[in-house]
């Protein structure tokens, strides 16, 4: 035992990497005794191996079909979540993808499955598309409480953690922000569902960086895409106006056709665009939305550059909208492609509503 600087006593404890487990030294278990713990794994006070109670594969992953609820409420699994910044560029996206393609998804869950010995699946709550980044998706999974436990109660120990997980992440993956899930909702309470990264989310913001620049500094190429005005001869006050389109519409015909998916629900709702004008020829898009279908804010920013360069009437957003006929008007059949995916990046997601409905396109530093 140590004394603080104010006369408290301080404990001393050692953290066991390969169990989660926090344990003080005492009479019955000495510092010396604490040291070969952690080299063997012994947990003394529960008489067993930790090693060989984390390769029990009692666990399986929600997406193969087992419901966690119950080991959450018995108090065998705890939840937590963490923020997630990701490099999109070499990822296939965020959700685990059929065939052997790297995602965000599958190198936080090895990570995971390294660190604790057993498979531990993550939810996001965004599915980012290939090549789009982030800097504040939100995740949740869930861990076996006889390790868990002790990191709910200790700061120190979630930071360890969280940078064990980093260390075993790749470089363009990085996690913080390790904390336990906020209390479910008076709804979740009442059916008994816990918090969800995915399911409590109320709003997401997303940001698309645009490059009209006849060069663009090659350290921008990754997170800004680029349209030449040699061939891009984009008039802003015409990208400005086009992008008020989409304060709120029922964009199913256009985006899930596109797309090829079948959403149940097809509305979006598009609280705020902000378009913000950096270093010349730098143009930055701001999105707030309730949630958003695949690719829907690349193809809302695809075709207002579009519009706003003279390849697309204006008008053939709204009967794009009806129809799902994104192929624009001309000779140019790639008028209302969807805009690059390295342009785009998930900023935050909202768990509360702090956020007013503007109405519209707002010009200036507002977000």
């Known amino acids: 035992m140590k004394a603080s600087s104010g006369g408290a006593p301080l404990l001393l404890f050692f953290y066991c990497y390969p169990c989660g487990a926090l344990h003080s030294p005492s009479a019955a278990r000495p510092v010396a005794l604490l040291r070969g713990h952690a080299t063997s794994c012994v947990r003394l006070s529960e008489g067993f191996n930790c090693h060989e109670e984390l390769q029990q594969e009692r666990l399986l992953r929600a997406s193969e079909g087992f419901n966690c ?24 996206g965020f959700q685990l993808q059929p065939g052997n393609y790297r995602t965000v998804q599958g190198e936080l869950e090895k990570a995971l499955q390294k660190r604790f010995q057993r498979r531990i699946s993550v939810l996001g709550a965004s599915r980012t598309d290939a090549g789009v980044h982030s800097r504040g998706q939100v995740v949740h999974f ?48 009442q059916q008994g569902l816990p918090w969800s990264a995915n399911v409590n989310a109320r709003a997401k913001l997303y940001t698309y960086r645009l490059s009209f620049c006849d060069v663009t500094n090659p350290l921008d190429a990754r997170q800004r895409a680029h349209y030449p005005p040699v061939l891009w001869p984009v008039d802003l006050g015409v990208l400005e106006a086009t992008l008020a389109f989409s304060s709120k519409a029922d964009k199913s015909a256009a985006l899930v056709a596109a797309a090829g998916r079948g959403d149940r629900d097809t509305v979006r709702t598009v609280v705020r665009i902000t378009l913000r004008r950096g270093a010349p020829g730098y143009i930055d898009i701001d999105v707030l939305l309730d949630g958003a279908l695949y690719k829907m804010v690349r193809y809302m920013v695809g075709a207002a550059v579009a519009v706003a360069a003279g390849r697309m009437d204006a008008r053939v957003i709204t009967t794009s909208l009806l129809s799902g006929n994104w192929e624009g008007s001309g000779a140019d059949k790639s008028a209302a492609a969807p805009a690059p995916a390295c342009g785009l990046t998930l900023e935050e997601v909202f768990y509360e509503e702090p956020f007013q409905d503007t109405g519209g396109l707002t010009n200036g530093n507002v977000v």
């Open 142 to 189: 869930d861990l076996p409480a006889s390790g868990a436990s002790a990191l709910a109660y200790d700061p120190a120990a979630m930071a360890l953690l969280q940078y064990c997980l980093n260390q075993m992440l790749p470089e363009d993956v990085r996690v913080y922000g390790l904390a336990p899930v906020p209390l479910p909702s008076p709804q979740q309470r």
């Open 69 to 92: 609820h119950e080991e959450l409420q018995q108090g065998r699994l705890l939840r937590y979540t963490a923020k997630v910044m990701y490099d999109g560029v070499g990822f296939r």
